[in-house]
């Protein structure tokens, strides 16, 4: 009886086939990698987009809703500058309801959420003159020494109990000799306001919207980071006729440009995400 021999083969990959598969294994690792790498650039570059659109339109509402009030011709706008203004940013309102001569008060009936602030504002009140024409009418400046929540009114404006009263401590006021009489008379307008200067200032090394306060001096930022000077922030004033203007009271456009930017790197590849928007803000009364 005779044996022999047979050949066994044994399971398993050659060398080659697995070099085969380390390169089509590293190329689908790299096309997966540079996916994720366009689609991270991509999200860091919209979200660079949105934060800076946003800072833009933040510091345009607030400019828009402060200037919006002011009346260069009534001496609201203060000071222009290619990249700030001082003006008056009126806060509180209400109506006159009495008048206290012997101890310096008016109890005002207040309109609007705003308080009245002691020190920090100030007041216009308006002055009627004569009652048959409003070519004398014009308003006065008081400065508000205290500020009291209530106060009753006058009798003669009867049924006002529940409303919102505020007394007020004035110096500077002009009182009439008699209750009701001229020149100032129950029911005449009140306003407060603030002296701001609104600019780009550097704050903590990036450039933003800010304000400072004309009492302390203090600077509140709003809205940043914006472009640095001199293209951050842009004024640009013109009078009734289109023209540009230099003086304050002569002023009735103003020209708006905001610079927005990100912060640090924002993009790879790219210094600042910058985006931009311009408006035209036409003053009151002017």
């Known amino acids: 009886m005779s044996t022999g021999t047979g ?7 050659t060398l080659l086939e697995l070099l085969v598969v380390v390169v089509i294994g590293a190329l689908i690792l790299g096309a997966a990698f540079q996916v994720l790498a366009v689609q991270e650039r991509s999200y860091r570059q919209q979200s660079a987009a949105m934060t800076t659109q946003q800072n833009v339109r933040a510091a345009l509402d607030v400019l828009e809703t402060e200037l919006r009030e002011i009346s260069a011709s009534d001496g609201d706008l203060l000071m222009i500058q290619p990249e700030s203004l001082t003006f008056r940013a009126y806060r509180a309102a209400g109506f006159i309801c009495d008048l206290r001569a012997a101890s310096s008060e008016i109890v005002v009936l207040q309109r ?13 009140y308006f002055i009627e003159g004569l009652q048959t024409t409003g070519t004398d009418d014009v308003w006065g400046l008081a400065d508000i020494d205290r500020v009291d ?3 009753t009114c006058a009798a003669t404006w009867g049924g006002l109990e529940g409303v919102d009263t505020t007394t007020l401590k004035v110096s500077g006021f002009t009182f009439p000799a008699s209750l009701g009489g001229p020149p100032v008379y129950l029911g005449a307008p009140v306003r407060s306001f603030e002296v701001f200067t609104y600019g780009l ?3 903590d090394g990036e450039p933003v919207l800010a304000r400072r306060s004309a009492v302390d001096g203090r600077l ?5 980071p914006l472009a640095p000077s001199p293209n951050g922030l842009v004024f640009r004033y013109f009078d009734g006729n289109g023209l540009p203007t230099t003086n304050p009271a002569n002023v009735a456009r103003i020209g708006i440009v905001v610079r927005g930017r990100t912060k640090g790197t924002g993009v790879p590849g ?9 408006t035209q803000l036409f003053l009151r009364n002017n």
């Open 112 to 124: 609007g959420t705003e308080p009245f602030v002691a020190g920090k504002q100030k007041l216009l």
């Open 149 to 151: 929540d209530g106060g």
């Open 270 to 278: 790219q210094t600042h995400y910058t985006d931009s928007l311009v």
């Open 7 to 13: 050949n066994r083969s044994t399971a398993g990959f």
């Open 201 to 203: 200032f550097e704050i």
């Open 220 to 224: 509140d930022p709003i809205v940043g």
